[in-house]
């Protein structure tokens, strides 16, 4: 099988990650899909995408047991994301999520999520619990997901909140929302040692018509590709983003693992700023 030359980069931990992972929501909610699932996701570690992202909330624990069976005889290539809900992150309920552990078959995970920010559980509860998991080992580091610059600023005011390794965010060609805020406010502070990695989610516009586009269409014809592998470059054209499509067929699987080789020039992305504008003035962060 060719392996691709995988593109890496840097934790503010110095671990080192592929840039292209793979999604996992809608997995594990159907148990005829399962064997499937899974042998997409081994495909796609065949491939180099290493890093699967999945969640507690991916069909109610479903999608963490497909992981699961697909890291089962070579956990140690893979990396590891999940998430807690927001309502499991308080301070007593975050330090019981052995759960994860358990359906995931693993003795620690290599980056858990805050899924996403409620006002109801305090963030500074969920960085000590977090801090108390790490200290166990039962996670080697944790991040957030679905934070804009105000989120962020307030965690990195909270007490070990610049430990944060990751914001997992909305980023496709349809939501361009992160370059007017997030990513500028990221680049600002890019000399401080922390800098949290930004995981692009839906990257090929979570099955919503994007692939259908015209100008992508066009685009894919000149590099003699899919429209897919076009919308996974234009994301991954950013330094230092990691884009997790998430694909359960094994063609799917094989064609996002080469948008790795396609380099966007400079007519394409031009004809891509014209067909999806980038935003003019900052959005708030939207979130699906
Ligand atoms: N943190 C958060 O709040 C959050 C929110 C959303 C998503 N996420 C994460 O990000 C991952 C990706 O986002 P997403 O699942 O929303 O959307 P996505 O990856 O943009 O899109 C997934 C859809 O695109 C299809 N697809 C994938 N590759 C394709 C290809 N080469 N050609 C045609 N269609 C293709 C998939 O079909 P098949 O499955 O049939 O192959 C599926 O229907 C999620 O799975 C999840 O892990 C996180």
Redesign the pocket.
């Known amino acids: 099988m060719h392996q691709h030359a995988m593109k890496t980069i840097a934790l503010s931990d110095g671990e080192r990650v592929p840039v292209l992972g793979q ?4 997995m594990g909610e159907n148990t005829r899909a399962h064997n499937d699932e899974v042998a997409a996701l081994r495909l796609g570690i065949e491939l180099g995408m290493t890093l699967i ?3 507690e909330m ?1 069909g109610e624990g479903g999608a963490e047991e497909v992981v699961a069976d697909a890291i089962e005889d070579q956990r140690d290539r893979v990396f590891v994301v999940t ?1 807690v809900y927001p309502h499991n992150a308080s301070r007593t309920e975050l330090l019981k999520r052995e759960r994860s552990l358990k359906r995931l078959r693993i003795d620690a995970i290599d980056l858990y ?1 805050l ?2 920010r409620k006002r109801t559980t305090p963030l500074i509860e969920t960085v000590e619990a977090f801090e108390k998991l790490r200290a166990a080992g039962k996670i080697q580091r944790w991040g957030v ?2 934070f804009d610059v105000d989120d962020l600023e307030e965690l990195w005011s909270i007490e070990n909140g610049t430990n944060c390794a990751a914001d ?1 965010v ?1 980023y ?1 060609l349809e939501n361009r929302e992160i370059e007017s805020g997030l990513l500028p406010f990221l680049h600002r502070r890019s000399s401080k040692n922390y800098q949290p990695v930004v995981m692009a ?7 919503r018509g994007l ?1 259908e586009n015209a100008t992508l269409r066009k685009i894919a014809k000149r590099h003699d590709g ?1 429209t ?1 592998q076009i919308a996974l470059a234009w994301v991954l054209r950013q330094p230092g983003a990691i884009a ?6 094994e063609k ?1 699987v094989r ?2 693992a080469r948008s790795i080789d396609i380099k966007l020039t400079r007519e394409d992305l031009a004809d891509l700023d014209r067909e999806f504008p980038p935003p003019k003035s900052k959005r708030p962060l939207p ?2």
């Open positions: 999604g996992t929501w809608r992202d999945t969640a991916y998430k999520l899924h996403w997901s679905n997992q909305l496709n989610y839906s990257p090929v516009g979570h099955g692939l899919t897919s997790i499509p998430k694909a359960s067929s799917h064609e996002n979130m699906l």
